[in-house]
């Protein structure tokens, strides 16, 4: 087995800066946890109740439902780098 490499402890510092992640989309640090699962199941049940549709015949649910799954389709965005985000509020702050 290799020897770990000892750094440096401004490496330490650039390599955390580097991997960090810092939410960026306005909600607290724990709100993702209960939003995101959320946003999931409002975009599924979108999809569910065009299928429910009573009135199509089965050719015209299945294009109603491909159409209705690629247009609502919730997507989950990575946060943002520590890096980037000390930046920016360096900036903001003058």
Known sequence: MPLKQ???P???KQLSLSKDRRNNHGESDKGPRK???LQKKL???KVRRVGQ???MDE???AISVAIQKSKN???KFS???LADHIKHRQARKG
């Open 6 to 8: 000892r750094r440096s």
């Open 10 to 12: 401004q490496e330490k």
């Open 35 to 37: 939003s995101i699962p």
């Open 43 to 45: 975009a599924n049940r």
């Open 53 to 55: 549709i009573g009135y």
């Open 59 to 61: 050719e015209e649910r």
């Open 73 to 75: 389709r919730w997507k």
């Open 79 to 81: 946060d943002g780098s």
